[in-house]
């Protein structure tokens, strides 16, 4: 096994709480039963998505992370469960439920696992108080964010006091694609490649000749691992992947596992 960090899984929990708030027809999450070792993620009654026990179970994602030649992997939530379409106060809920169904998986095997948790991000103060809650007492590195909030870009004026304050405690922050919106329309200091060469990029594209060109374009020093387990668009061998494209020993190490120490904040004490 390298010393090898994916920071991009997801989890999705075994089960659900049943629904206890006051509103009418809110799409709140439930699971049902599906074939062996999988469950239905139903959606206002409907099957959403059908998924692996990987998403919830300790074992299995430690099994497979062994195939995969993987150390460690950042847990963060499914992208459709970061609940910026329901009401606020539900959205608290169901936020909290994941953020903490994170840190159990993470107690099993925290020589394996890393949380990235949600925060209600329709609603900036809110997300302020979840995003102490993930660092301070859960102690994750960081959260996941989707690039917009029911069709408003995250790099809004209005989400900076989030930014702010991420950056203050020095937590990551994954952004992870959602839908397609109208481009935004943003006045920049500097050139967008400039900006674009300051973050991270998981190298899940899956080819080697693909993964050259991101190390030629944002530079080997922005890459990690990211598999996108265990869904079905997951690279099974991610690590095969990048050794495949060519790198030196020192950027291979470094994509592996040192870029996303730096990414995670694995080098500072929990909660700073």
């Known amino acids: 096994m390298t010393d090898c960090i994916d920071i991009h899984t997801h989890v999705v929990p075994e089960n659900f709480p049943a629904y206890a708030g006051n509103g009418a027809d809110v799409p709140w999450p439930a699971m049902a039963e599906a074939h062996a070792c999988h469950k239905h993620v ?25 195939a995969m030649r993987v150390a460690r992997q950042a847990l ?57 809650y993930i660092i301070a007492t859960l102690r994750f590195p960081g959260v996941e964010i989707a690039s917009h909030v029911n069709g408003v870009s995250v790099g809004d004026a209005r989400f900076e006091p989030f930014f702010a304050e991420a950056e203050r405690r020095g937590a990551a922050v994954f952004v992870h694609a959602w839908n397609a919106i109208p ?9 967008p490649l400039a ?5 991270f990029y998981d190298a899940l594209v899956f080819d080697p000749a693909a993964v050259r060109f991101l190390a030629a374009t944002y530079g080997a020093s922005q890459l990690v691992v990211g598999s996108d387990y265990p869904f079905n668009m997951a690279d099974p061998d991610p690590v095969g992947t990048l050794e495949r494209a060519g790198f030196e020993p020192e950027a291979l190490n470094g994509i592996f596992s040192g870029n996303a120490r730096r990414f995670l904040g694995l080098w500072r004490a929990p909660g700073r």
């Open 42 to 66: 139903m959606i206002s009654g409907k099957v959403y998505r059908t998924v692996a026990d990987g998403c919830w179970s300790v074992p299995r994602r430690i099994e497979a992370m062994g």
């Open 195 to 199: 900006y674009a060469r300051r973050f």
């Open 76 to 132: 963060s939530p499914m992208p459709e469960l970061l609940s910026y379409w329901l009401p606020l106060e539900d959205a608290k809920v169901l936020v909290r439920f994941l953020n903490d169904e994170i840190a159990a998986m993470v107690a099993r095997a925290p020589d394996r696992f890393l949380g990235l948790g949600a925060v209600p991000l329709q609603d900036v103060e809110s997300a302020l108080r979840e995003l102490e």
């Open 183 to 191: 481009r935004a329309k943003e006045s920049l200091a500097e050139s």
